[in-house]
């Protein structure tokens, strides 16, 4: 179990800076002056939200994953007597 815990802990470590780089690339595309559609203000207040709120979770998705990494979730598997 902990083998797993810490192969997951890679997978967030690397989801996390991929879907803020992703968000933030999604939002210049969609922003941008050559845009097929010219942005709005919705369309900044929708970035401007959207980024607001995913960069903090995708920033913590990623410290809980170095954390799995480094092993400090194991003791968990002890204590409900899992083996």
Same mark, same amino acid.
């Given at each position: 179990m902990n083998a797993i815990k810490r192969i997951l802990g890679l997978v967030w470590m690397v989801l996390g800076p991929a &879907? %803020? %780089?992703f968000g933030i690339i999604e939002a210049m595309r969609e922003l941008s002056p050559n845009a097929a559609v010219p942005a709005s203000q919705e369309t900044y207040t929708f970035w401007i939200i959207i980024l607001t709120i995913f960069v903090p979770i995708a920033a913590g998705m990623s410290l809980m &994953? *170095? *954390?799995a990494w480094q092993g400090d *979730?194991?003791?968990?598997d002890e204590e409900r007597g899992v083996e």
């Amino acid at each position: 179990m902990n083998a797993i815990k810490r192969i997951l802990g890679l997978v967030w470590m690397v989801l996390g800076p991929a &879907g %803020i %780089i992703f968000g933030i690339i999604e939002a210049m595309r969609e922003l941008s002056p050559n845009a097929a559609v010219p942005a709005s203000q919705e369309t900044y207040t929708f970035w401007i939200i959207i980024l607001t709120i995913f960069v903090p979770i995708a920033a913590g998705m990623s410290l809980m &994953g *170095y *954390y799995a990494w480094q092993g400090d *979730y194991d003791h968990l598997d002890e204590e409900r007597g899992v083996e």
